[in-house]
């Protein structure tokens, strides 16, 4: 299962191919084997590329999911012919940290604490921070070292119970960013977004590349409309929200959000 032509995709980079080729060969076996298989956790862009390389293969029997329903980071599962997918079967341990409300702990901290016990980030699912409860995602294999080695997220004392604590739920919030842009191409929104020049912004979205709604682009000049979700790596992920009107040097004045 490979295809040839994937440009229906975007733009991809060798990075994205090579994920999409292993995407095909866990279909392959999963057939081959009559066994369900699964991805480590994907960001959004990689759960867009996955799902669509499987359905332009006419594949179907396959579901995201990553603990709870609204979650971000998801694993892919793909269940063998005439197998009905199953979120249970789904490799992932959820745990929640408790802590003294009064300690502020941030999603970084917990992410920095798990890193440093040289946990790959594809095995870390969500982290969902609330007061005095966060709660984290896993893959299976990296349930035991968590829960023995980590005692404290900075130098802030913690304890970990296994499960999903629903209560730690909350709204996503934002940072926004007002300001003036000469128009909405990419580069200009990039350059605000970031508060760099407008000749950095654009070096960086050809030498990165940034996700619009999930799809590369390396173009500068590229117009992005309201409503649009990018991100840039390293940098975080944003949301051009609107336009609020025009000045009288006919500038054109936006809104973005940053995702905290």
């Known amino acids: ?28 076996y999963a057939n081959e084997k009559y066994m369900p298989r ?11 590329l996955a799902e669509n390389a499987l359905l332009s293969e006419c594949a179907d029997n396959f579901i995201f999911f990553g603990g709870y329903d609204a979650a971000k980071r998801v694993m892919l599962g793909v269940f063998p012919e005439y197998t009905e ?51 984290v995602f896993l893959d299976n294999k990296m349930h035991f070292t968590v829960v023995n080695e980590i005692t404290k997220v900075g130098r802030v004392g913690v304890r970990i119970t296994d499960g999903f604590d629903e209560s730690v739920m909350s709204e996503q919030s934002f940072t926004q960013i007002k300001g003036t842009v ?61 336009i609020c009107g025009f000045t009288r040097k006919n500038r054109v004045t936006v809104i973005i959000n940053k995702y905290d």
């Open 85 to 135: 997918p199953d979120r249970a079967s789904f490799p992932i341990s959820p745990i929640t940290f408790t802590y003294r409300t009064q300690d502020r702990l941030s999603h970084r901290d917990f992410l920095g604490s798990l890193m440093a016990l040289d946990i790959k980030r594809d095995t870390v699912g969500d982290i969902i921070v609330s007061e005095g409860k966060t709660c």
């Open 182 to 242: 000469s128009q909405s191409r990419l580069d200009c929104i990039i350059s605000l977004a970031l508060g760099v020049s407008r000749e950095k912004a654009a070096a960086l979205i050809k030498n990165t590349g940034v996700n619009i709604d999930y799809r590369l682009v390396t173009s500068p000049s590229v117009q992005i409309d309201e409503g649009a979700v990018f991100s840039i790596r390293g940098y975080g992920k944003y949301k051009f929200d609107r």
């Open 38 to 48: 699964f991805s480590h956790f994907l960001d959004e862009r990689q759960r867009y």
């Open 1 to 28: 299962m490979h295809k040839d032509n994937l440009s229906f995709l975007g733009e991809l980079s060798d990075e994205d191919r090579l994920f999409i080729n292993r995407i095909f060969d866990l279909a392959r």
